[in-house]
């Protein structure tokens, strides 16, 4: 009776870890908030261990608005769809770049993560721009950061390099 019991819970425990995974964004992704996607892209899957964007290195020159040097972070989902020139990023692609001074020090950090049904007008992207202490200048669907990735907006809202 007491293993049954065990055999129950256990069962129990497998069929509801995707279900409450899905309640908090889908697969264990974090939801549209700016400090679940900061404690995501810190503790959960931290960026600094994710590829950097293909043909680009660590700090490479930038231009403004964003910093005179860049290092920027793909997760897996949005590293195979550039790789690919998928077309597009798909549900989950995380694209996180580090923003830095002429002297080289990290001055922010500004994310773009697609979420499909969040945006549908401007390419379903949720935008976070934080401090390197982990404080939140802006998140959500940014009017200024959206204006301004429009111009590329047939290359899935992104300037870096082309992804089809
Ligand atoms: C005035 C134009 C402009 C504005 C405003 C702007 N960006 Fe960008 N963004 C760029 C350019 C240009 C690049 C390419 C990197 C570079 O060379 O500076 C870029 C690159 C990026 C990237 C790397 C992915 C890509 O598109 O290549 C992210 C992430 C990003 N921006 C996030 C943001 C966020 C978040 C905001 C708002 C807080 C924002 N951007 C506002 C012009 C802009």
Redesign the pocket.
């Known amino acids: 009776m007491k293993k049954c019991i065990w055999l129950m819970l256990l069962l129990a425990g497998l069929v509801l870890m995707p279900v409450l995974g899905f309640a908090n964004g889908g697969a264990g992704l974090p939801m549209t908030n700016g400090n679940a996607v900061i404690d995501y892209i810190s503790n959960v899957n931290p960026y600094q261990d994710w590829q950097l964007?293909p043909g680009k290195g660590e700090l490479?020159?930038?231009?403004?608005?964003?910093?005179a040097f860049?290092t920027?972070y793909l997760n897996e989902a949005a590293y195979t769809a550039v790789q690919n020139k998928a077309g597009s990023l798909p549900h989950g692609a995380i694209?996180?770049?580090e923003?830095y001074t002429p002297e080289k020090k990290l001055a922010a950090i500004?994310?773009?993560y697609k979420k499909h049904g969040y945006n549908a007008e401007a390419g379903n992207y949720f935008?976070?721009?934080y401090a390197p202490d982990g404080t939140i200048?802006?998140e959500g669907k940014?009017e200024?950061?959206?204006?301004?990735?429009a111009?590329?907006k047939a290359?899935d809202?992104?300037?870096?390099?082309p992804i089809q």
């Open positions: 964007w490479y020159e930038g231009q403004h608005p964003h910093g860049l920027t694209v996180v770049k923003n500004t994310v773009m935008w976070i721009k200048e802006k940014v200024g950061c959206i204006n301004c990735h111009s590329v290359n809202w992104l300037f870096t390099g």
